[in-house]
């Protein structure tokens, strides 16, 4: 791997640590609250978080997203945050692994398998490189490299677009994630970086056979924010800057993409702050919710934090489901959500 890419993930990490990184938007859950359930004839005992995805039982709805890999650092991260997902019976994303398919050497930053045998795990490569050289057989060593349980491809043609490196040819992109997905031994899903999926976008790759859309949207991470941050040169760091509030919001993007495709499993990540939050994205039509920035400080600790974060998190999620008469996943999306100024 190039000295450029090894600095460039360091740089993400350090940079995603230390500065102020989010989008000048919010998600969208901010203004949404559920109608309270004063008799909800349930023991808090009985709430089931448990649910069923891509063929495998998970203890709960929540993802640890797709973050980092490919240096030092990146490996004691995600060897933490897959401590983590083992013990709680979630699932988890790695980084690009662009760096360990350049130089296997990499690879152990991502191979997180052997700490977490029974984990949902996904591979990850960015879309684009199949528009520089990459196809099905890198994508498929991605897939091998980790044991993974399915392949994320993601986009970020804004964050290419303000990186002064960045690889910025998505043309004709669709068919060349049709050729992959006809390929790969795993189901494909495509997300974005936090800028969302619109229900056109969504559709074209439902078409092209993509089996789970990750919306991903706006509210959280901003990665022009973080391109700002790590500009060498003031016109780059202004260009960027300028696309603090792009995007659509997290919530706005599920109910889109639920709207259009009824059928498709959907991810909502994208500034997901807990429980609340990922409560919210189940009512509104998503399989899971993926949280990485909070997740990425913790891990930065140790994988107990890892653990508090995520038990947290599901606590949170009982009890709102608790506090509105929902006795499982299925039927949180008929608990009542009220819009508020």
């Given at each position: 791997?190039?000295?450029?890419?090894?600095e460039?993930?360091?740089?993400?990490?350090?940079?995603?640590?230390?500065?102020?990184v989010?989008?000048?938007?919010?998600?969208?859950?901010?203004?949404?609250?559920?109608?309270?359930?004063?008799?909800?004839?349930?023991?808090?005992?009985?709430?089931?978080?448990s649910?069923?995805?891509?063929?495998?039982h998970?203890?709960?709805?929540?993802?640890?997203s797709?973050?980092?890999?490919?240096?030092a650092?990146?490996g004691?991260?995600?060897?933490?945050?897959?401590i983590?997902?083992?013990?709680?019976g979630?699932?988890?994303?790695?980084?690009?692994?662009?760096?360990?398919?350049?130089d296997?050497g990499?690879?152990?930053?991502?191979?997180v398998?052997?700490?977490?045998?029974?984990?949902?795990?996904?591979?990850?490569?960015g879309?684009?490189?199949?528009n520089?050289?990459?196809?099905?057989?890198?994508?498929?060593?991605?897939?091998?490299?980790?044991?993974?349980?399915?392949l994320?491809?993601?986009?970020?043609?804004?964050?290419?677009a303000?990186?002064?490196?960045?690889?910025?040819?998505?043309?004709?992109?669709?068919?060349?994630?049709e050729?992959?997905?006809?390929?790969?031994?795993?189901?494909?899903i495509v997300?974005?970086?936090?800028?969302?999926?619109?229900?056109?976008?969504?559709?074209?790759?439902?078409?092209?056979g993509?089996?789970?859309?990750?919306?991903?949207?706006?509210?959280?991470?901003?990665?022009?924010?973080?391109?700002?941050?790590?500009?060498?040169?003031?016109?780059?760091?202004?260009?960027?800057?300028?696309?603090?509030d792009?995007?659509?919001?997290?919530?706005?993007?599920?109910?889109?993409?639920?709207?259009?495709?009824?059928?498709?499993?959907?991810?909502?990540?994208?500034?997901?702050?807990g429980g609340?939050?990922?409560?919210?994205?189940i009512?509104?039509?998503?399989?899971?919710?993926?949280?990485?920035?909070?997740?990425?400080?913790a891990?930065?600790?140790?994988?107990?934090?890892?653990?508090?974060?995520?038990?947290?998190?599901?606590?949170?999620?009982?009890?709102?489901?608790?506090?509105?008469?929902?006795?499982?996943?299925?039927?949180?999306?008929?608990?009542?959500?009220?819009?508020?100024?």
């Amino acid at each position: 791997m190039s000295k450029v890419t090894v600095e460039r993930k360091a740089d993400h990490i350090r940079v995603n640590l230390e500065e102020d990184v989010d989008s000048g938007l919010i998600s969208g859950f901010e203004s949404l609250r559920f109608e309270h359930n004063a008799l909800p004839q349930l023991d808090l005992d009985e709430i089931d978080l448990s649910q069923e995805f891509l063929g495998n039982h998970l203890a709960a709805p929540l993802l640890i997203s797709s973050m980092t890999g490919g240096t030092a650092q990146a490996g004691e991260i995600n060897r933490n945050l897959a401590i983590a997902a083992q013990s709680s019976g979630i699932a988890m994303g790695l980084g690009s692994q662009r760096a360990a398919i350049e130089d296997p050497g990499l690879a152990d930053t991502f191979n997180v398998r052997g700490l977490a045998p029974d984990v949902l795990l996904f591979a990850n490569l960015g879309a684009v490189q199949l528009n520089y050289g990459y196809g099905a057989d890198e994508a498929q060593r991605a897939i091998d490299m980790i044991e993974a349980d399915a392949l994320v491809l993601h986009l970020n043609a804004l964050q290419e677009a303000v990186q002064p490196e960045g690889d910025t040819n998505f043309g004709g992109l669709l068919p060349q994630i049709e050729a992959v997905v006809g390929s790969v031994t795993v189901p494909v899903i495509v997300k974005e970086v936090g800028w969302g999926i619109s229900a056109s976008v969504a559709t074209r790759l439902v078409e092209a056979g993509v089996a789970v859309i990750d919306v991903a949207g706006a509210g959280g991470t901003s990665w022009s924010q973080v391109e700002m941050h790590r500009a060498a040169e003031e016109k780059q760091a202004e260009l960027a800057s300028k696309f603090i509030d792009w995007g659509i919001p997290t919530a706005e993007a599920v109910r889109q993409v639920r709207a259009a495709l009824p059928n498709i499993p959907i991810i909502a990540s994208g500034g997901l702050r807990g429980g609340l939050d990922l409560a919210k994205s189940i009512a509104l039509g998503a399989q899971l919710g993926g949280m990485a920035g909070p997740f990425l400080r913790a891990a930065a600790e140790s994988s107990q934090a890892v653990t508090d974060l995520i038990d947290r998190t599901l606590q949170e999620l009982r009890v709102c489901m608790f506090a509105t008469g929902t006795r499982d996943l299925n039927a949180l999306p008929s608990a009542k959500l009220l819009s508020q100024p």
